[in-house]
Structures are given as C-alpha cells and as structure tokens.
C-alpha cells in the first residue's frame, strides 16, 4: 500500500478543537551486502526507491530529482492493495537486517541518528503489518479523496515536464480509484468497512467536488500555473489548458462519480459504528497505531493517566489565575490593533519567538484559501510541507468555513507557520536532515512540536501575562479532553452517553458539540493524541531541563537540539538533548 516508508504526508493539519472558551511494495535493487557499501549510499539507494514510488512524493519532496540522482521515474499515483501487508512485513524484515549489518561504531553521529530514527520506524510500521485492513484510507477530512485535489493545485511546475507529469496523473485518477474501492471492498469482505454515517461524509464530499463540474477549481489553478511559467507560447499554454479540460472531464470528474457509487454500493456492511476496540483485535490494533501516532513507547493506559494528571494541573493552573483575578473570566482576549491580517499575525510571530527560539532562516510564505468545494471537510488549516531541496517558498491554507477570533487565527497561524510546522520544517532543513529522513513520518513529534508553540503563542500576543496564561493552561485542558476522549472510545468502549458524562464533568453540556467532537474522533482514530501526546512530551522534556538547569536554563539551545534532532521518536530526541 503506497511506498514501504512514506504515506502522504504532505498536508500537516491543524485539526478543529471546540474550546471551552471561545501502502506497500518491495524494494528492487537494495543493497545486500551491508559493509559493501557504505552507509550514505545504502540511505542514498533507499531514498531514491522509495521517493520515486508515487510521483506526487517524488514531486513535494523534490524539485529537482535529477540532482538528487534520479533520472528517470514512472510518472504514477502509486497503488493500493490489502494484499500487501505480509509482503510489507517480509520487506521491512528485509530492509531491518540490512541495516544490523552496519556497525554503530563505524558511523559518525549524523549516520548514527539516521540510522537509529530509521530503525525505530521500521519497528513500528512493522507493528501495523499485523493489522491488514484496518487502516482507513477514505476519511473525510485527511483521505485521499480530501488531500488530492488540494495537492493537484499546489502542484508547481518547474519543468515542462511537470506539466506532462501532472496531466498524466490527473489521467490515472479513475484507475487510481478503483483501486481504492477494491481496498474497501476488502475491508468489507473482512467486516472492517467504516460506518454509514462517515461514509456518508465522503460520499457528500464527493459530490460537492462534482457538483459543478465545469466549473472545477483545478481548470483555474492549472490556467494560473501556466500563466507564471516561462518557455511556453502562447498557443502551446492553450493546448496544454485544452487537454486539462479533457483530461479531468474524462478522468478526474468521473473518479469521483466512481467513488460515489462504489461508496453508496458498500453502505450498509459496516459492522461498527463504535471504537476500535469493538473490532476483533482493534483494541492490539489501536495500541500499534498509538505508537506510531505518538512516536513514544509508553501504553495506553499510562497514557491516559499522564493525560489526566497534566489536564489537572493545567486546570489548577487556571483556578490560581482566577482566584487572583476573577475578572478575567469574562475579559475578552484583544490583539493588539496592529495585528489587524495574517501577515502582520504571522511577521509578528516570527519576531517574537526570537527570544525563545533559533533564527530561522530567510523564507517567504503565501497565505492561501481553501476553495469553497473543499472547505466542509477539510481541517481548519494546514502547511504544505516544502520540497527538502527547496523551502524558499512556503504556503498554509485557511478554510474560511471556520469562524476564526482574532486570537484563534494567531494562535493557529503560530501552530502551522511560525514558530510551527513551517519553521520547524524550514530549521530542520536548514540543519542538514537527512533527504531519507524526510520520507518518515512521525507525527506526534511534528503535530506535538506545533501544538506545543501553539502554546507558547499566547505569550506572543500582546496579551496580559495573567489572561494569556490562562488562556494558554485551558486550552491545553480542552486538548487534553479530546485526548483522553480518543483513548475511551477508541480502547474502552466509551458510547454517546459515556462522552457526555466526561465532558460534562468539565462543564460543557452543549450535546450537539460532543456529538461533533465524537464524531471527529470516530473518523481518525489516534489523532488527538498526535497532537496532545506530542505536545505533553515536549512539555515534559522542558519541565524536566527547567528543573535540572533553573536559571541557567536556556530556552534556545533547548529548542535548537531538538529541531537538529529533527523529526523522531521521543526516546531519541531526549537522548540527543541530553548529549
């Protein structure tokens, strides 16, 4: 299913909180005599393999692959299969041993990292391999019928042969989705099919998308394209935007059409509408997806309890602030007036974190939208992750479907620019990772970094120290309740009524909310905890050399050894601060 390393990962999310307040194949040609060849070129040959697998990795990762040593590549969409698994198993077995044969001691400490961080994710996906079919592919916000077309129109054309390449992609999408509901079609020959009421959330997205098939954004976005490029007449740029037309009239419109029968054709075979754990082996199955989510090796339920003990504290955090000025409760969070659109937000952001954080390095960063026919479902915002050979342009998305205050929108331009998803991306870059490092993915380092700024955002604000703090601990309370609410249903069998006592523990009794909030978590399964566990770690970690150093404690270093660390799992980013 897809590339043995990289799922896609090019959209990073911010996904929508409520707050109180407000893929496989095998790999020809790699290497199998290990002290043969060095390390370099053993990552070097597996980098190439696997970025070359789908060509929209190949295309996000690279701007030049030529450079980067590849020459020639299929142009495909990849492919998916529930046949996969056990081979994925046996290759990533494989690809283990291969790497047992390069001795520790002959690396320098960059191959030495790169190696370790590659080891503990085969470790993990390995982990999934004994769970075929329970990965859902479909859901409505982070699916593939979501994220492709928004990468479609963030498919840059350097080269006119990536306009061939893009064209050529937009031919196999009916093919592609075929595919797909072949998986799904497995699934529900395995009883794993999702529930009605998500795959109705995709099917409804489905049809929003052909809803006006004339008028698809992907004609515009591929005319604006074409407009900025050099090297093509006039007349060639016509041809090239007449065969678009063709092209997504005759395969992109009807992959849709596809999907929305093959969906309709599957309603009614889902046998859970419920958590994981309602599933025979979904409860091992979520433990897996936890750790993969989470990139930490604690369980679940010392998980859950570590939630709840930081969710206390925050909320007592919250109290002393109140009990000091109870005013603040009802005070209303103002920016400061000059902070008045995103750029200004985001220019702001990037000069307050200085004092807590590296300099980043010079980049621009666009602003974008998300076009109507895709905002119900997907997330509120997102980075579009830059090329490893190229970060000088970077852009996030806003999905106007959501209400934004003031403060909402600065905090989250914070969570998915600076000093979030594009700053860390940039930095890490900046700091020489690793081009196979790149194809890993490790969210809750990526999506806790982030949420973890987030945090610190408030403090950027203008705000008064006393109602940026608590505005900062109650939220991290909130986020600490879609956590643990993740964890009940998804590993104890927590219903409706179960999510409704929780929260209502807490206060919030608003029953249409915790159904939207059950709703989500039904949808991506672990998510929540990408976010928060993430975020309660870098915490923990900060907590921990806070105490250690006291006022010698240096908030830059700190942060500069964790992103030259770059993105890991949290057992190896601990240990490269500590050395």
Known sequence: MKSLLKKYRILVFSFLILGLFVTCRSLPGLFTGG??????????????????DNTMNLHFTLTNPKAAGIDSYDVTLGSISGNSPK???????????QLKQYSRHSLNREEKLTCSVLTDYISRQQSLTDFPFYEEVLTPS??????LPVLLAEYQFYCKQDIEDYLTLLSQMDSYYAQLLDYEQEKSDAGLFMSDRSCMKVIDGCEVFTENPEDNFLFDTFSNRLESFDGLTDSQKQDYIERNKTVIAEHVIPAYELMIS???SLLGSGRNDWGLCNYENGKAYYEALVACNTGCDDGVESLYQQIEDARKEDLSVCADILAKNPKLATESPDLDTDLDNEEKMLTALASAMRKDFPKPPETDCQICHVDPSLSEYLAPAFYITAPIDDYSKNRIYINDANAYSDLYYFTTLAHEGYPGHLYQTIQSYHYGLEPIRSLLNYPGYTEGWATYVEMQAYYYAGLPDDLAGLLQHNQAAVLSLYATSDIGIHYYGWEQADMEKFWATYGFTDLEAIETITDLILDEPGNYLKYYVGYLKFRQLRSFYEEKYGDSFDAVAFHEAILRTGPAPFTIVEEQIMN
């Open 87 to 97: 081979e994925s198993a046996q290759e990533l077995e494989k690809l283990r041993n």
């Open 35 to 52: 002290n043969s060849h060095s390390f370099d070129d053993f990552c070097t040959k597996l980098f190439q393999d696997e970025v070359t």
């Open 142 to 147: 982070s699916g593939v019928t979501s994220q």
């Open 262 to 264: 093959g969906l309709t």
